[in-house]
């Protein structure tokens, strides 16, 4: 009898362990009890491929992005989501209808390697949403209304173990005007903190990443012009890390490209506030220099995520400055950034770098600004020194 109680508890136990969210979900949580503006995508949805011919417009990937910050740490979970048309509109103007993208994501396709009944290599191919519903306009206008969805179970599934997860932000994903570079920004941003913060694939890889079309930019010249050129000038402005790339040849033909992403400085982490505040009129023009130099970004992410990770941020944001001396005592939120972001290193040891590249601006910084720009020059360090 006591034998059969400890089998069922076991079993108890395991049906538990297998309903319970991976660590993506838990960020999302945390991330969305917060608040701002930073949310978590799982790496198993910002990884996963179009089926070949099939990709999603610039909007349907917004609103993708926008449902997966909604239903927050909730996403793996077998219920309905619910979204306000007008926060799917805040932050950008356009004429497209929710209705055409709803409908877009309801018949694209994807793929995922998986196992067949018979324990053969299989290839899976699935919708990420399986039911909608959106409120028919009325007299408050077009905006008024709510949408409501619910994620397919092969969807769930995959978020629901995905373990690695991209901290996005909401203002920088409905800042960028190419599809191809708001693709590449959430796989940067998976990536980035990686040990190897790289992605690498023959051009067939590189086309089902972003969603490229096999029937366009079939010459690379055009491809790198009309795709990696223009993915790369909205990245560095709008995201927290800048990208670079490689192309390896077999004689003059490009088989393989090489990503790397890499953390910007302090200064740039700065110039990061100060953009995502700016309206995004003559943004372009910013990026292009036509009006004003400006070291761009759009996200300070990984600030919340630090604090998140460590579980502390005592402090209000308004009212952190860098202290003069130890930062293990006196800013115990700055300092769990630098334990989360700093590589190993000893943090006081970072704070005195830190000290020395800012000089006297250090004194002027405090708040949103602050935390950011530490947050980019722990990054930066890691990345110039390597590992301790």
Avoid at 182 to 208: F, N, P
Avoid at 321 to 342: D, M, W
Wanted: hydrophobic fraction near 40%; proline fraction near 3%.
């Amino acid at each position: 009898m006591e034998h059969a109680e400890n089998l069922s508890a076991d079993a108890a136990q395991e049906a538990q362990a297998d309903s319970a969210p991976g660590r993506a979900m838990r960020v999302a949580a945390a991330l969305q009890a917060k608040g701002g503006e930073e949310f978590a995508k799982p790496g198993s949805i910002v990884e996963i491929k179009f089926v070949k011919g099939q990709s999603l417009s610039l909007t349907a990937s917004r609103l993708l992005a926008l449902m997966i910050l909604t239903a927050g740490g909730d996403a793996w979970q077998d219920r309905p989501h619910r979204m306000r048309k007008a926060d799917i509109r805040r932050g950008h103007k356009g004429n497209e209808r929710i209705s055409d993208m709803l409908e877009e994501l309801h018949r694209t396709l994807f793929a995922i390697d998986d196992r067949s009944w018979r324990g053969k290599k299989a290839t899976l191919r699935f919708s990420l949403i399986s039911s909608s519903r959106e409120e028919a306009e009325d007299t408050d206008g077009a905006d008024a209304g709510w949408i409501e969805w619910e994620f397919t179970p092969d969807a769930r599934k995959l978020i629901q173990e995905s373990e690695s997860y991209a901290v996005l932000n909401r203002q920088a994903v409905l800042g960028f005007r190419s599809s191809y570079a708001l693709k590449l920004y959430e796989i940067g941003s998976l990536r980035l903190h990686r040990r190897q913060s790289t992605w690498k694939g023959d051009m067939a890889a590189l086309r089902a990443a972003l969603g490229i079309s096999p029937e366009v930019y079939k010459d690379f010249a055009q491809l790198r012009r009309k795709v990696l050129e223009k993915a790369k000038a909205e990245i560095d402005q709008l995201a927290h890390f800048r990208v670079e790339w490689k192309e390896i040849r077999q004689g003059r033909t490009v088989t393989e490209i090489e990503f790397r992403f890499e953390p910007k400085d302090a200064p740039a982490q700065i110039a990061t506030v100060d953009e995502i505040e700016r309206h995004s009129t003559g943004r372009k023009a910013r990026r292009e220099g036509a009006v004003e130099t400006v070291a761009d970004t759009v996200e300070v992410g990984s600030v919340v995520k630090a604090a998140i990770s460590a579980l502390i941020a005592p402090e209000k944001s308004s009212e952190i400055v860098f202290p003069q001396g130890t930062i293990r005592f006196n800013a115990e939120g700055l300092a769990a950034i630098a334990r989360s972001h700093g590589g190993g290193w000893d943090i006081d040891l970072i704070a005195d770098a830190y000290r020395q590249q800012m000089g006297d601006r250090l004194a002027k910084l405090k708040g949103a600004k602050l935390t950011s720009s530490w947050t980019g020059f722990c990054e930066s360090f890691v990345a110039r020194r390597g590992r301790p």
